[in-house]
């Protein structure tokens, strides 16, 4: 373990054998590091909060604070964040509160740029990209390999899909569906995000039914139940289209009260 003498590790916390700690950081009793994680200098590290393995968290990041929420008590709150991911300068990651499942998550493989922030109670999937001060809300969540743009913002309780893309500076208000590219303020659907798709294995044919998919939901004038419903079928023969579908069949409380861009 190569701690920087000038950083301050509370007694309680479990440090594996191999992490770096920089100088100045301060972390807490309750934070848990596992092996292969490097932490920079002037990082502060709260809890309960547990970071997986061969994480790195660069200089003035936050991981692990308390809530941004006025109900929030003290209550024993967590943070979870999985394997492999990279936190760059000034970005800030909150707990949980009790208005949810008491717990942030965040998966693996994931880059949050400069000054990028996650608000109490998201959940983020893998092969994420926030880039430089992309803002989410309290109780987003977020699936695997979606790109938010710079200064891009997701409100609070909003869903975006798998693969989809949110370009900079775009203000996400309504859930985006996988595989959707959005832009504006609020956000408004675009286009496929193909190129995406492309670079992650997606056959030529796969992308040209997931456009197809696109316009009968956004370019058809169909009903946003006729529209799903002629994709429930369509699913059928092309499994690809299986997360728009689930996506799309979604009726949580959740969706009822954001529902998606149109």
Known sequence: MAIHPTAIVAAGAEI?????????????????????????????????????????????ASIGAAPQDLKYKGEPTRLEIGDRNVFR???????????????????SDNLF???????????????????????LGGHAQIGDWVHMGGFAGVHQFCTIGAHAFVANN??????????????????????????????????????????????????????????????TQRALEHVELAPLVAFLNDSTPRRDRVGIVR
């Open 89 to 107: 300068e000034n970005a800030t990651i909150n707990r949980g509160t009790t208005k949810d499942h008491l717990v942030t998550r965040i998966a």
């Open 16 to 60: 594996a054998p191999d992490v770096e700690i920089g100088p100045y950081t301060v972390i807490s009793g309750n934070v848990k590091i596992d092996s292969g994680c490097w932490i920079g200098p002037h990082v502060i590290i709260d809890g309960p909060t547990s970071l997986g393995r061969d994480n790195k968290v660069f200089q003035f």
């Open 170 to 231: 775009t203000a996400v208000t309504r859930d985006v569906p996988p595989f959707v590219m959005v832009v504006g303020r609020p956000a408004e659907p675009h286009s496929v995000n193909a190129e995406g798709l492309k670079r992650r294995g997606f056959t030529p044919e796969q992308v040209r039914n997931i456009r197809d998919a696109y316009r009968t939901l956004y370019r058809s004038g169909l009903k946003l139940a006729e529209a799903t419903e002629a994709l």
């Open 113 to 135: 740029m400069t000054g990028a922030h996650v608000g109490h109670d998201c959940d983020i999937g893998s092969h994420c990209v926030f880039a430089n001060y992309a803002t």
